[in-house]
């Protein structure tokens, strides 16, 4: 139990009406009908590959903890501290560090926070813990000061100090939390769950009621307001899309039939990949889609532009959070600090990888034993493979003794 009373002071956030209908109802309606909840929002694909596009690159990039020397000319991994190894091996102990990242990822594309408890042994963090986002409540109080009530699964919560929580953030208005992804892109996501739907009812029923229904004689006004109310409650929605219209009393209907084509479903359907992608900042290409117009030199650009723009300010507010949360003070001032390691994106290309450490070595920014080491290979016993190779168009040609 932790003795930290901030319940008397805390300052909870007010629930909105919009937000109280969402948690009644499952999920906040968009304007195309759709109810959007995270559950309904990753089964649309484009979302659930942008969702994997930053998870996976988050995880399958080596995280250490790394250490500067005291003349700051050197850098090591610092592999006798113990955050290196939950890091980069096993957080806990049920999780593997790619699995810790992947689902870090997850929750920031999608959730918006990621909490972690830090379980503390004699001053040292022998174990992170993940938190689900929904089970965690950030409660800033007055004096702005931050504390984290995490409700258990049998209903049971928990005050947790600001020292026990790592809380990596995701873009943010306020400082305190991220930015809800699904809840502002909630249109766009709506838009692609109901031309789903409607297309698939399309495709189920062969066709979709919709023109003109007329009556003989004048309906009064009670009449009329129930005859649409009937017609809206059995042949109203995207459920209803197809279905065949049953009519009596002489009534008669005129269809204004609108085909796939015409309603323009595939461009629908195809622009929406293109808007959920912008919101989550997500190169189309990564998610399987690209027009006709792309080539492989520029595909080739979009993949870098993918690291670039996409993962690599991920990777930055990772790092600060994990130094900010993770080292205490003394540490940092000892030149330890996380860093994901961005060469292991070239893990997949040989071709790639041999041009880059070969321009690296020959290029004298890296020895042939560390070049050897980003392959994962054992190092040269030659002495000459620990030492800079100079470029001799730079020093020019040694001198006859």
């Known amino acids: 139990m932790w003795p930290f009373d901030l319940m008397k002071r805390q300052n909870e956030k007010k629930m909105s009406s919009e937000d109280l209908w969402g948690k009644i109802y499952g999920g906040n309606l968009s304007k195309a009908g759709a109810s959007v909840t995270l559950e309904k929002a990753i089964q649309v694909s484009a979302v659930y590959a942008c969702a994997r596009v930053i998870s996976e690159g988050i995880a399958q990039v080596p995280f250490k903890l790394m250490q500067h020397s005291p003349d700051n000319r050197k850098r090591e991994p610092a592999r006798e501290h113990n955050l290196y190894r939950l890091l980069a091996s096993k957080p806990n102990d049920y999780q593997t560090s790619f699995e810790f990242r992947e689902m870090m990822g997850l929750h920031l594309a999608l959730c918006k926070d990621f909490f972690v408890f830090k379980n503390v042994v004699l001053g040292k963090i022998v174990e992170l813990i993940p938190f689900k986002p929904n ?10 000061t931050v504390a984290y009530k995490v409700t258990a699964k049998n209903g049971t919560s928990e005050l947790f100090p600001a020292e026990a929580i790592w809380h990596v953030k995701g873009p943010s208005l306020d400082g305190f939390e991220g930015i809800e992804a699904i809840k502002i892109a ?3 996501i709506g838009l692609a769950l109901a031309t789903e739907e409607s297309q698939a009812n399309l495709h ?6 919709s023109g003109l229904y007329s009556v003989e004689g004048t309906l009064k006004d009670d009449q009329f307001e129930a005859l649409k109310k009937w017609v809206m409650k059995e042949y109203g929605g995207v459920e209803n899309t197809g279905m065949t219209m049953i009519l009596d009393r002489n009534a008669k209907f005129q269809p204004f039939t609108l085909s796939s084509i015409d309603a323009q479903h595939l461009e629908t359907r195809r622009y929406q990949v293109e808007e959920i992608c912008r919101f989550f900042r997500v190169m189309p290409i990564m998610v399987g889609y690209s027009d006709k117009a792309a080539t492989y030199a520029s595909a080739e650009q979009m ?40 060469e292991g994106l070239l893990r997949g290309s040989l071709k790639d990888t041999k041009d880059y450490l070969l321009g690296m070595v020959n290029g004298g920014l890296m020895t042939p034993n560390e070049g050897r080491s980003k392959l994962d290979m054992n190092p040269d016993p030659d002495p000459a493979s620990d030492k800079l190779r100079v470029p001799a168009n730079i020093v020019g040609d040694p001198v006859p003794q």
């Open 186 to 188: 909630r249109e766009a």
């Open 135 to 144: 089970d965690v409540k950030v409660i800033v109080n007055d004096d702005r």
């Open 204 to 209: 189920k029923n062969g066709l979709k009621t």
């Open 303 to 342: 993949f870098l532009a993918h690291v670039v723009h996409t993962l690599a300010p991920w990777y930055t507010r990772i790092e600060q959070s994990a130094d900010a949360h993770l080292l205490k003070e003394k540490e940092i001032e000892q030149g330890y600090y996380f860093n994901f390691v961005e």
